[in-house]
C-alpha cells in the first residue's frame, strides 16, 4: 500500500483545478456507495434473494436492467443489496488496524527506549507476512466466514499506519510546543489527546482512505475464494466468483458488473486519498 508522507507544510492554494474536479468526482462517487449501503435494501428493485429458474442468466431488460445470474437473481438488486457487506468489512480491517495502528505508533514515538524497539519489531515480523495469504490461513483453520479472515487483514494491516504515524509522531514530539508541555506538567494523555492526535489526523485519514481500496480488493478476493461471505450472500467478490462458470456460456453480466463495482470503488478511494494527501498535507504529487 502506498505510504502517503507527513510534511509540515501549507496546503495547496486552489490552483490545480483539474486534479480538484477529479479529487470531488471521487469524493461524489465514493458518497454514492456509502448511500447505496444505507439504503440499499430499500430501493433494490427486486428481492435480491429471489430465484426465477423460468429467467436463467437473462440479458438486460425492463424488469432486469443488469439481466440475471445462473438462479434467476436479479444482477441489479444483488449489487445495491451486496454494496452493505461489501464496504462494511473493508471498513471495520480500516477502522481497527487505523486505532490500534495509531495508538502504537503514539506509544512507539513517546516513550522511545524498549518501547519503541519491541513494537517495531514485532510489526517488522507481522509485515512479512501478506495480509491476503494470513487472512487465507486463518480462514482455513477456523473455517469460512469473514470474522476470522477480518481480524487477520486488521493485524496485517497495522504496520502500514502505524510506521508513518509514528515517523510524524516522532517529529511532533520533538517540537518546542511539547516539550513546554511537559515542563508545564500536563499529563501525557492531555498531549496526545488535545495536541498530537489533532495535528497527526490528517496523516492519519489520508491512510485511512487509501487503505479503504486495498482492504476492499483483499476482502473481496477472500470471499472470491469461497473463505469470505458464503451464498447466497450478494457480496460483490462472492458474486464474481459465482458467475464465472458462466463466463464461458457467453454470460459474463453477473462477474462482469460485480468486477466493475470493484474497480470503481477502488479507484475512486485512491483518487480521494491522493487529493486528500495533496490538500491535507501539501503534498505535490
Not at 482455513?140 to 494491516?157: D, E
Amino acid at each position: 500500500m502506498t505510504s502517503a508522507l507527513f510534511t509540515r507544510t501549507t496546503p495547496e492554494p486552489r490552483t490545480g483545478r483539474p486534479r480538484d474536479r477529479l479529487m470531488l468526482g471521487a469524493g461524489c462517487v465514493v458518497a454514492l456507495f456509502v448511500l447505496l449501503a444505507v439504503l440499499g435494501p430499500l430501493i433494490a428493485p427486486h428481492d435480491p434473494n429471489a430465484v426465477d429458474p423460468l429467467n436463467v442468466n437473462a440479458g438486460p431488460s425492463a424488469a432486469h436492467l443488469f439481466g440475471t445470474d445462473d438462479t434467476g437473481r436479479d444482477i441489479l438488486s444483488r449489487l445495491i443489496a451486496g454494496t452493505r457487506a461489501s464496504l462494511a468489512a473493508p471498513a471495520v480491517v480500516i477502522a481497527v488496524s487505523t486505532t490500534l495502528g495509531t495508538l502504537l505508533a503514539l506509544a512507539a514515538a513517546w516513550f522511545g527506549g524498549w518501547i519503541d524497539r519491541f513494537i517495531s519489531g514485532a510489526l517488522d515480523v507481522v509485515f512479512g507476512f501478506p495480509g491476503l495469504i494470513m487472512a487465507v490461513l486463518v480462514a482455513a483453520v477456523f473455517g469460512a466466514g469473514l470474522t476470522a479472515p477480518l481480524v487477520a487483514l486488521s493485524i496485517a494491516y497495522l504496520p502500514l499506519i502505524t510506521r508513518v504515524v509514528r515517523s510524524a509522531a516522532m517529529k511532533e514530539r520533538n517540537l518546542p510546543y511539547v516539550s513546554a508541555l511537559r515542563l508545564l506538567g500536563a499529563p501525557t494523555t492531555r498531549i496526545w489527546l488535545r495536541h498530537l492526535l489533532p495535528n497527526l489526523l490528517p496523516l492519519v485519514l489520508v491512510q485511512a482512505t487509501i487503505g479503504f481500496g486495498y482492504a476492499l480488493l483483499d476482502v473481496a478476493a477472500i470471499s472470491f475464494l469461497g473463505l469470505g461471505s458464503q451464498p447466497p450472500d450478494p457480496e460483490w467478490g462472492l458474486m464474481v466468483a459465482n458467475g464465472s462458470p458462466s463466463i464461458l456460456a457467453g454470460h459474463p453480466q453477473q462477474s462482469l458488473y460485480a468486477g466493475l463495482a470493484i474497480l470503481v470503488v477502488v479507484v475512486a478511494f485512491n483518487l480521494l486519498g491522493t487529493g486528500l494527501s495533496r490538500r491535507l498535507l501539501g503534498e505535490n504529487a
